[in-house]
């Protein structure tokens, strides 16, 4: 919503943020509100990337769909490529002579976390190699999963030494105390680390962990 404001606001045009908490009532009831206001288009926003439902089939506005996608292929989605996003973290690794990589991602469930570890595990392939630990590490949560797990992964210290970690978010994103124990992890075992996706920063007053 802020590249929103950044792109609008120099054209004296206003945003009004709406946030339906994943309530398709609430929604309902503000398509209505905003459409009452006469608004000139609308930015459909969502926490992940996972396909959902239009929010109308007869919106009288344009409607642009970011960081999530509509599942009527005729609305415009915009949304990041998140199986080259895998792909450049294993490629990049690569070129630092990293051949044990391992990759940190959130629930199966989301799209985002499947797409960038198949990004990931072909791009391996195409080199004759398979992900570290077993492969994948995936988290629990819908928000902190991901951040569960490092730890878990570090505990697999013999396949992961000298190793690297392709996550889905940065360290400093992770909430504490995972954010220290994967920093302490990384220290201990000689980790490097390549971050993919978005990362928020942390709280005010609070400094991210470390990442080597």
């Known amino acids: ?7 609008l ?12 908490r994943d309530d398709l009532i609430r929604e309902q009831h503000y398509l ?19 396909p959902r439902e239009p929010i109308g089939s007869d919106v009288p506005v344009p409607v ?12 415009l989605s915009l949304i990041p490529d998140d199986a080259e996003g895998g792909a450049i973290a294993v ?3 690569l070129s630092t002579g990293r051949t044990k990589i391992g ?36 988290g629990n949560g819908p928000r902190s999963g991901a951040a569960r797990r490092p730890t878990g992964c570090c505990g697999r210290r013999p396949a992961w030494t000298r190793s690297s970690a392709a996550t889905t978010r940065s360290p400093g994103a992770w909430p504490t105390p995972y ?24 709280p005010a007053g609070r400094r991210s962990p470390r990442w080597t």
């Open 32 to 50: 209505r509100t905003l459409l009452e206001r006469r608004v000139d288009g609308i930015i459909v926003t969502g926490r992940r990337q996972d």
């Open 1 to 7: 919503m802020q590249g929103a404001e950044d792109a």
């Open 103 to 138: 990759h940190v991602t959130g629930p199966r469930s989301f799209a985002a976390s499947r797409l960038r570890a198949q990004g990931a595990e072909q791009t391996l392939a195409a080199d004759g190699l398979e992900l570290a630990a077993g492969g994948r590490c995936t």
């Open 91 to 93: 490629r990049h690794l």
């Open 9 to 20: 606001g120099p054209g004296r045009i206003s945003v009004f943020l709406c946030d339906s």
């Open 64 to 75: 642009v769909y970011a960081m999530t996608s509509s599942t009527n292929p005729g609305d």
């Open 179 to 202: 954010g220290r124990r994967a920093s302490a992890c990384l220290r201990t075992s000689r980790w490097s680390a390549s971050t993919t996706g978005r990362s928020s920063p942390p």
